[in-house]
T-cell receptor, first 114, second 112 residues
Framework: AAGVIQSPRHLIKEKRETATLKCYPI?????VYWYQQGPGQDPQFLIS???????DKGSIPDRFSAQQFSDYHSELNMSSLELGDSALYFC?????????????FGAGSRLTVL | KQEVTQIPAALSVPEGENLVLNCSFT??????LQWFRQDPGKGLTSLLL?????REQTSGRLNASLDKSSGRSTLYIAASQPGDSATYLC???????????FGKGTKLTVNP
């Protein structure tokens, strides 16, 4: 079965550079969530989309932005990168139907800022 | 604000032992609760999902229980194996959105 695809799997950037992470949700899933997991930390919710519209926002820095495109894939754009942005970034997708609310997570994109 | 706590932070057991991981949450108005497994540097694998109306879920050697009124869940692992070594994360869905609030996890080591 198709899973949530994230790319790139690993990314190394310098401070003040820009990075873009991509997420391809499971076909027919209509929600996408982005999480950030710092070293030794629990995943923190960043932002979510439902049917290509932003549906919820968490602790996402102003330097970050995200969108969901017509083909339902999503991109997380991070500018003016800081050392503290080094983390594992997860994308998850789900179907907004009653009774389930189950998210499937991708394998993550590991960003290292030098 | 929902807070999820997992105890213990780390656990080391000999192979074959039965064990219990604990999760507590401050706001009992949850939609569901999930247990995840995470291997070092890897993604999140969903193990069990318990809806708020349910008391427990079982999958193989895993059994998760939920006591919503007291804000607690446990993950029971029977006959532990070295391959069970990983970090186990508990997450609650508050309802209203699918956003999950995670605990910091319990790092389990099963020694051969």
């Amino acid at each position: 079965a198709a899973g949530v695809i994230q790319s790139p799997r690993h990314l190394i950037k310098e401070k003040r550079e820009t990075a873009t992470l991509k997420c391809y949700p499971i076909p027919r899933h209509d929600t996408v969530y982005w999480y950030q997991q710092g070293p030794g930390q629990d995943p923190q919710f960043l932002i979510s989309f439902y049917e290509k519209m932003q549906s919820d926002k968490g602790s996402i820095p102003d330097r970050f932005s995200a969108q969901q495109f017509s083909d339902y894939h999503s991109e997380l754009n991070m500018s003016s990168l800081e050392l503290g942005d080094s983390a594992l970034y997860f994308c998850a997708s789900g179907i907004r139907t009653s009774g389930a609310n189950v998210l499937t997570f991708g394998a993550g994109s590991r960003l290292t800022v030098l | 604000k929902q807070e999820v706590t997992q105890i213990p932070a780390a656990l080391s057991v000999p192979e074959g032992e039965n064990l219990v991981l604990n999760c507590s949450f401050t706001d009992s108005a949850i939609y569901n609760l999930q247990w995840f497994r995470q291997d070092p540097g890897k993604g999140l694998t969903s193990l069990l999902l318990i809806q708020s109306s349910q008391r427990e879920q079982t999958s193989g050697r895993l059994n998760a229980s939920l006591d919503k009124s007291s804000g607690r869940s446990t993950l029971y692992i029977a006959a532990s194996q070295p391959g069970d070594s990983a970090t186990y994360l508990c997450a609650v869905n508050q309802g209203g959105s699918e956003k999950l609030v995670f605990g910091k996890g319990t790092k389990l080591t099963v020694n051969p």
